[in-house]
């Protein structure tokens, strides 16, 4: 490795935090130079601030501060952001999570002045192009140079759209890591006596733009959530997205229904870790229910995570299934299919990444032997 290179890490939204902590604290024990560029496409601090105190990552060097706005408009203003960031310290690699709108702006602005880029998280694919992540993350992994893939169907969905194997590294899932790091600290009693609940309790997330940005779909959405609070108190942590539309929809506090600000990470996953079932609209809480063995009910048509479904205890329901899946769900408790866990989901992604770039910062040939090696 060269001793000035510097890798950034692009960060802008709650479960690019998730992702990118294991593979910061790796680098940093491998004593690799690397800062971490925050867009500012979530600022809230149940957002932003909270995950950098509970994950322990590092201040960022910058805070671009772009905040919402349309696609275009937010984008724009990641474009730029971006450029005047990687124009002024000329980073090594650059290093983008997931598919938000910051990883598909970094990856741009990266092809276009030749700075190399790594993408966590590469070749999950929902083939849903009316998900503007899909948009994300077909673009993001057309244009990276190191691709880590978290699960194998990853990678044949790479190989489907040509994407050189040589660059694609099968490394296991680093929100994974996140969450066996956080598992000492998860305890949820705390969070259920602020929250006032106990017992059996449900926890849903929503916030996909296909769930709450359409008012007829809010309505269908939260009715269905409100005949599983018929069965069950239900505890909502609200993303600020479609708040007010759900609200109008009728996501109000009842007294089977409890709709409280986002939590932090320690939090959520102790309000989790805590619950009888999990209904939600999220792609990282699909896989964190998976290795927390709680029933998990995903409100879409499809997923980009279906190792969650194969070898998890996810299940994709409509909002018209939804209750009769919860009712299952609860009288079953949680049923992995196959008996086993996604493979590499071990707590152990962020250092196998960390190897990667080490070698490929010091130019050492990645060879086929040595790409996605476990060791
Ligand atoms: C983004 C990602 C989505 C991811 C989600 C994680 C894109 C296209 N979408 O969706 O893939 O699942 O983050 O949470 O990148 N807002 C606040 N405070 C904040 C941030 C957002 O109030 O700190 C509100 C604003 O009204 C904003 C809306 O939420 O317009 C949506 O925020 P945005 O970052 O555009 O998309 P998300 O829905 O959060
Ligand atoms: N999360 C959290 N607080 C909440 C809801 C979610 O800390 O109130 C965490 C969750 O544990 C996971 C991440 O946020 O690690 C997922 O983010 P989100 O659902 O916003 O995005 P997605 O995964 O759908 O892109």
């Known amino acids: 490795m ?20 294991p593979v910061v604290s790796a680098l940093t024990e491998l004593g690799v ?12 601090a149940l957002m932003s601030d909270v995950f950098f105190a509970d994950l322990g990552l590092p201040e960022p060097i910058a805070n671009l501060g772009v905040g919402s706005g349309t696609h275009a408009r937010q984008t724009a203003a990641l474009l730029t952001g971006l450029e005047d960031v990687m124009t002024e310290h000329a980073p090594s690699l650059v290093v983008v999570y997931g598919d938000v709108n910051s990883t598909l702006a970094a990856i741009l602005v ?6 190399p880029t790594a993408h966590v998280e590469a070749g999950l694919r929902s083939f849903d192009r009316e998900m503007p992540e899909e948009v994300n993350r077909v ?21 489907a759209e040509g994407v050189d194997p040589a660059k694609v590294h099968f490394v296991g899932n680093p929100m994974i890591d996140s969450l066996f790091s956080a598992l000492p600290s998860l305890d949820p009693a705390p969070v259920q006596e602020r929250l006032g609940v106990s017992g059996g309790y449900a926890v849903a997330t929503l916030h996909r733009p296909a769930n709450v940005d359409d008012p007829a779909s809010a309505r269908e959405l939260v009715d269905a959530v409100l005949e599983v609070a018929e069965q069950v ?18 996501l109000v506090d009842r007294p089977n229904l409890k709709i409280v600000d986002p939590l932090g990470y320690v939090d959520f996953l102790s309000l ?6 999990v209904v ?36 994709l329901v409509t909002p018209a299934s939804l209750p009769a899946a919860a009712s299952k769900a609860l009288a079953d408790g949680a049923a992995t299919p196959s008996g086993e866990l996604p493979p590499l989901w071990d707590g152990a992604a962020g250092p196998r990444i960390a190897r990667v770039i080490a070698a490929w910062l010091r130019g050492d040939n990645l060879s086929p032997a040595s790409r996605g090696k476990v060791s």
């Open 280 to 315: 939600t609209d999220s792609g990282g809480v699909q896989e964190e229910t998976t290795m927390l063995g709680i029933p998990c009910l995903t409100i879409r048509p499809n997923t980009e995570r279906p190792i969650t479904v194969t070898h998890g205890t996810n299940r």
């Open 233 to 250: 108190p239900v505890v909502v942590p609200l993303h600020p997205r479609g708040r007010q539309r759900l609200a109008d929809a009728g």
């Open 33 to 44: 130079r690397q800062g971490i560029v925050h867009t500012g496409q979530h600022y809230d």
């Open 272 to 277: 989790v870790r805590g619950a009888a079932l």
């Open 139 to 159: 673009v993001t992994d057309a244009l990276s140079d190191l691709l880590f893939a978290t699960s194998p169907e990853a990678l044949s969905h790479l190989a």
């Open 2 to 21: 060269t001793e000035n290179a510097l890798v950034l890490h692009v960060l802008g939204a709650r479960p690019n935090f998730v992702k990118a902590a």
């Open 110 to 115: 990266c092809a276009k002045l030749h700075v």
